[in-house]
Each structure stands twice: as C-alpha cells, then as structure tokens.
C-alpha cells in the first residue's frame, strides 16, 4: 500500500529523513508538479540548534519540535510516513522500509549523523551525547541529579566530583553547552541549595585542538574563549580524553596525562554518519568519507545515480574548497542544498538542469552563556551582546512554526530576565540522587 | 548529616511530598519560628490537574512543573531534599530515607495516592494511567502512535481498532481526557493525515456509575454528558471493564458482556494510596481504609500520635460528612489541610490550640474540550462556555509560578484559537507504529 498509484503521472519523490534537509527539501517541491513522501523514523522536526538549552533546564522538548504531519499538512502534495528506511535497490527505484517498501522517481537522503566515541563505544554510557530529544532528556537528568547528590554527600571529595562537569568537545555544541552549565550553576541554582554552594561548581571544557570552535576565524575562538573563562568555565585546549572510567576522564595534554574525577561527563565531540549512508553506499557504490559521509557530486547526487540525492550532514561535498574540506555539518549548508535540489528536480522535469551546487556562506554564530555569542558574517565579525542579539533572532527565525517562535521567545526573555530556567524536571528517574555511582560503578543507565 | 543540629533551638517540621499538601504546608510555615525539610523523590512540583494536556500533546511537561528547589527558595527557613522514605519511627522521631535518616519534632505526611486496576494489576501494561509525568508521556506516545499506525494500515478492521479509543472512568480526569482526545481527533488532526480519516475515530468512555462526574450534582453530569457527546465522545454509564486483553475490552453493562477492539485504553479510574499510607499505619497503628488512606483524627494527626499529620489525597477525613464520607482528593482539600496543620503547628509552639479541620466547598469544576466545563459553586452551578474560562483562569491562578501561568495561557491562547496542538512528540519510541501489537501481543512496554 505504500506503492505509487502506477496510474498516477506524478513524478515521485521520496525523502528519508525530516530534519532541516528533508524538511526544507518538501516545502520547495510543495509547488512543483511532484508528489513528495516524507520518511522518518520520528513524528517530529527537532530543532537541534537549541537542543543544549532542553539539556540544561531552558527550554522543553516541546519548544524545539514541531510534529511533522502539522509542519507538512498544507502542502497538498506531500504526505507524511512515520517509518525507518533499511535499505534501497536503485534498479528497481525502491526503498525498502522495516514494514513494506515503496517505489520513487527520485530519492533525497537527508538523514544526518549522529555522536560517535573514535571508537570508544563504551564510553556512550558514562557520557551522552547530544543528538535527540533523548539525548538532552538524559543528560538533563544526570546535571540536575549530580547537584542533588552534591547537597546530599557529606564527603568533600566526592562532593567536588558531584560538582564538577567535563565537556568533551571545544565546538558549538560544547561550547554553547559550556555556557549554559556556567549560567546554571553560577547564577540559577546560586540560592536553591543549602549544603553546597553551586560556585564551586567546576566545568572543564576540553578541545582535542588549539582553540575552541575551530571551524571559525581564530579570532572569534579566542574572544569565546575569554568570554567563557568570564563565565566561570575552565577551557583546556589541546587536549585529549584518551579513557572515561569510574567517573575519572584521563587526558593527554602535551605528552602529560592528568585525571579528573567527575560525576558527569558530557560529550561534544566526534560525529558519525547515520546509517544511511552505508546503505547508500552498499547500494551505489557511492565513496564514503571516514566519518561514514556519502561523497557526493557537484550537484549533490551520487555517482552513476542522478535520481538519488544526499543532503544535510550526511553529504560530504568537497567540491567548494581548494583542499576539498567538505562543508560543514550545518543547518544552513542542509537548507541550501535542499533548495539546490528542490530546483534541480523541477528543471530535470522539464527538460532543463543546474549548473552545480554552490554554498554562499552567510557566516558563523555560537552563543555563550546569557548574553554574549561569537558571529562571523564573513565580512564583519563581532561578539558579546550584539552577538548574542543576532544569535537569538537568527534562531528564533528559523525556528519552523510560529508558535515555537512565541513560545521560546517568551520562555528567553523570561530566563533572561529572571535567571531562571524552569524546565528543568528530571524525569525517567530510576535511582535516587547518590546511590547509583555506589551501586553502578559509575555505569548510569542511558536509556531514558 | 540529615540530622538536625541538636544545638538548633527550632522546632524541626519535616514534610514528606512535594504536591500540593506538602508545598502548602511549607509555604504557610514560611515565617513561622521552625526549621523546615521538605522530602520529595522527584526534583519537581507537578501540577496534576493539567496533565491529561501533556498527555494529548496540548502542553509540555515543563508547563506544569515547577522545580521544587526554586519554588521554596525564597523561604529561607527550607530546605529541600531530594530522597524517599522508607519508614518512620515515632519513638525516635525519625524517618528513615533510602539513604540516611532524618530527626522530626513535627512530621507531615502528603505523599497522595496512585492510580490502581482493582486487582489487575496486569492491566497496568495494556491501559496506563495518569498520575505521573512518565505516566503522560506514555499515554501521549500511544495516542500519536495509534494514529500513525492507523495511517499505515490497510486492513480496515485494524485500521478501525487503532482509531478507538477507550477511557476507563468517568470522573474528572477521564472527562477531561475525552473532551481532550475528541478535539484533537476530530480538530487538530484533520488534515495531517492523508489515508486516513480521523473524523472517524471512536472515543469511548466507560463508567461504571449511573452518570460521569459521579461527585457532582446530577444536572452537571447530564451537562457534561452532553457536552461530550456533542464533541463526539461516545459515553456508557454502568459499565464496568472486566477484562482487557489483546487489544480487546470487554464490558459488562447491565449483565450482557460486550467486546471492543481498541489499541490504545487509557485509564482514568481507581485510585491507591502510595505506600507511606502502609507506612504510617505499621509505625503508629493508624487505621487505614479501603483504598489505604490513612484515617486521621478532627486535626489532621494521627491518633496517639499528635505530632504526625497526613494530609491531601493520603489523608481520609471523614468527621465533616454525616455518612463519615471522606472529603475528596482533590487539591483544594490539600491546599486547605496543609493551612491548617501550618497554622496548629504555630498554634501549639505558642501553648495554645485550634478547633478541628473544616473544610469550606468552594467547588468544583472539570473541563470539556475546547470550550465548554462544567462548574458548581455551591450557590450557583453553570456550564458552557463561561464554566470553560472560569475553569482557565482558575487553573492558571493556581499553578506556582508566575513563568508557568504565563507560558500556560499563551499556549493555550495559540492551541485555542489555532486549533492545534504542539508537544505532540513521540518521545521513547521503541518501536514504529504497527509493529508492537504483532511483536508483543498487545503488550507494549510501560517503561518510558
């Protein structure tokens, strides 16, 4: 039943995948002559630019989603399939779903990536990543867990270890994750507790590189850099976690080895390739890259295949830099792309094509803490409160609906104001505050 | 280190459970000359009467939480503690937590009641219930998920059982969640489908009494009967659920035995007391009712023990009804008790007494859909539209924090006039839609 009316003219586009790729992708075709399929395995877009603020208490789950059957339900030509692609057979146009399969005329691939530990799978459990509604769930149960059994634990050491937060990771999120803890722990939670005294808290921010945020001008990492050592936060540069075990992280820095011993650990470094892309591959033969990337043509399809496109985080497209760097993993390269191939699909309609895709960067921003952000539009450069202004705005802009956009300004101005964040409810709760390290051996579970 | 400093002249109130009762009680002893502990396991208030709106996408779960910590800041004679207890000692004065013990000159218990199946607690997997955030989430993740499966089906008979719904119980929360399920099936989800029909859903709800809203007077029953049925709810009074099966529910009303095919039961019906009930009843010999309510004395104590109080939904007081009925458990009742026994405690460290608990009916009220409620005052009853803003407003005054009042109406306000519901995430998806019943019977995990 998921098959094509084979009566129907309608050229058939099938898009797996509803994040800002797929999405946008859908809403150019809303208008071409096209019937368009939307695969994904959630009901719901995820803004995941915010996701960190859903992690420390800012924002809910609810802010950053909007269902995607609400999102799609005015383009008339577009439906909507809650559904988990496992693989596709190019020769004879299908993607075969975990229940039935269906037929395309064209395929975009838009399904991300997801965090990866260099190998270190291990290392999931002691220390989330940050990619789902999930992720941000459990590792906003285990921040606001770790302050409760620091106001519990009577023994210094252990209560330092409580209070003391590793962010592996010196890039956006990490960075944008840092300020927010720094804003927790500093200001919000300053007056709520009776034992402990949240200024001890200690956040440890670690960068494998010579600087944060790395993908931006230097510059821009060192000002972020002094604005979150302002806030409170410990930058490490240069710095390697070679093991995560018992609630001690071991780090290489400059050939010497040192160990922190904290509670909790969150991770912001390392990205794979969601599993689409070796389907893609196997399917193709298309050339992955090392992150599990699918490299794509300069019109964003695979080789030997144009009717079957990868876009968003999962493409690697190294045709615009002189080193072949890919583009980044951004939502802006994701939305331009989904435009490109929008376009390029209504051309081929008719007989036309593109000249190949072309990024135009519109520039760089991250936010740390309450009010101050790092932007770089290429021509101008700036930081602190104007930054953090033109952060808010682009975010809230781009958020998909517009009550999301009422909502979480609201819900900012207020946290702004009052310096408070009042989603922060630790839920799915299965152990008390204190006990689990004893019981677990560190070993929380991440199922949330 | 939970034990108070025996140098510390203050009398020493500690307050088991964050509700209603227990956030009253430390709120009214704010300026009294005590030391306050408030004990709750989770971190957070939740505002139970809203929850049937997390349940069906309406509001988040931040919406209707309050973090305790922030709530009682500003009493500066309050601590909270993030624990559970397990017993009590009124020798000693202790509760004994999980993971320390805690000295008490004043204990006050308001832990509240949980949601029961009448001996089957089997039940518990095929028809969750609705006291807990989880317990939302749940109920919210089945909602959306049938709908989507439904979609995806072909089979008409299947596709018929994931569009019924069946809500066990007719008394405020069961109402509620019809009115609730109705607008979404038959309003905000109109056009988000494109096989299916959700004009078509069923929404059946079942009561075992004479009419819904049993408490109520019998004109506001027939009120809020119709009401519903003008929504589309299918209602059917003195029914009683004896098994529920394989996505079948079978009903005996009026000594014939019916089945109905339903996917997704929701349970609105019966009620527990939480096992601090037990608790009580073994360290003071306190007797207990049917429902494990603690019977307690015209002040609220227990008898022999007037330095314990249970008060809220745990509490049955029966001195006010001249059958020895209890007062209701609903959150008036706690709010009131939790005065009172704050206002006795500050009476006797002066010598001095108070008259027994009374309490004053200022109402009661429940919500049906999107624009009518049912409301009786006593003096007056109404119903309608003016029932549905004063149950708004009522509601908004009530919930603890200014943010959240705010964040409320807004959200309302939008899914009011837009007709559309936003937190409609399915969060903790284990499996897609139309693979669980297949796999597992019927049983769906209850863990979220």
Redesign the interface.
């Known amino acids: 039943?998921?098959n094509q009316n084979k009566n129907h003219p309608l050229h058939h586009v099938v898009i797996v995948g509803g994040g800002f790729g797929g999405l946008y992708a859908a809403h150019h075709l809303r208008k071409a002559p096209v019937k368009v399929t939307l695969i994904d395995?959630?009901?719901?877009h995820l803004f995941q630019p915010l996701l960190y603020q859903v992690a420390t208490?800012g924002?809910?789950?609810?802010?950053i989603?909007?269902?995607l059957?609400?999102v799609v339900?005015p383009n008339k030509n577009t439906?909507?399939?809650?559904?988990?692609v496992t693989d596709v057979e190019p020769q004879q146009q299908q993607v075969i779903l975990?229940?039935?399969e269906l037929t395309y005329d064209t395929l975009i691939v838009a399904t991300g990536v997801s965090h990866h530990y260099f190998g270190n799978d291990q290392w999931a459990q002691k220390a989330p990543g940050l990619k789902t509604?999930?992720d941000a769930?459990e590792m906003r149960r285990r921040i606001?867990l770790a302050f409760?059994a620091a106001?519990?634990e009577?023994d210094p050491e252990k209560r330092r270890a409580w209070l003391t937060f590793v962010i592996v990771g010196g890039g956006p999120t990490g960075v944008e994750l840092a300020g927010a803890m720094a804003e927790l722990a500093y200001t919000t939670?300053k007056?709520?507790?009776?034992?402990i005294d949240t200024s001890e808290t200690k956040i440890l921010l670690l960068e494998g590189m010579d600087r944060v945020l790395p993908p931006y001008q230097p510059e821009l990492s060192t000002k972020a850099q002094a604005s979150l050592e302002a806030l409170g936060v410990t930058v490490q540069t240069k710095s390697l976690v070679t093991n995560i075990d018992d609630n001690t992280v071991t780090i290489r820095r400059r050939d010497r080895t040192e160990q922190v011993q904290a509670k909790t650990i969150l991770w912001a470094a390392g990205m794979k390739a969601s599993k689409m892309g070796k389907v893609i591959s196997q399917a193709t033969g298309a050339e992955l890259d090392r992150a599990g990337r699918v490299i794509v043509k300069p019109d964003l399809s695979v080789p030997e295949h144009g009717n079957i496109f990868v876009i968003g985080d999962l493409a690697n497209f190294p045709h615009q830099d002189e080193n072949g760097k890919p583009l980044p993993g951004v939502a802006p390269v994701a939305m331009q792309e989904a435009k490109y191939v929008a376009r390029l699909i209504e051309k081929q309609l008719r007989g036309e094509t593109l000249p190949g895709f072309c990024y135009r960067d519109y520039g760089s921003l991250a936010v740390i803490g309450r009010h101050a952000a790092v932007v770089d539009l290429g021509f101008v450069k700036f930081a602190g409160f104007p930054a953090w202004l033109a952060w808010l705005f682009i975010h809230i802009f781009f958020l998909i609906?517009f009550?999301?956009k009422?909502?979480v300004l609201?819900?900012w101005g207020?946290n702004y104001f009052?310096r408070?964040r009042?989603?922060?409810?630790?839920?799915?709760?299965e152990v008390?505050?204190?006990?689990e390290v004893e019981d677990k051996n560190g070993q929380m579970p991440l199922k949330?």
């Open positions: 039943m998921f395995k959630r009901n719901f208490g924002l809910s789950p609810g802010d989603s909007s269902p059957r609400a339900a439906r909507v399939l809650m559904g988990e975990k229940d039935g509604i999930e769930l606001f409760e106001e519990k009577a939670l007056h709520d507790f009776r034992h609906e009550d999301n009422l909502l609201i819900q207020w009052t408070k009042g989603a922060r409810l630790i839920t799915n709760q008390l505050p204190g006990q949330v």
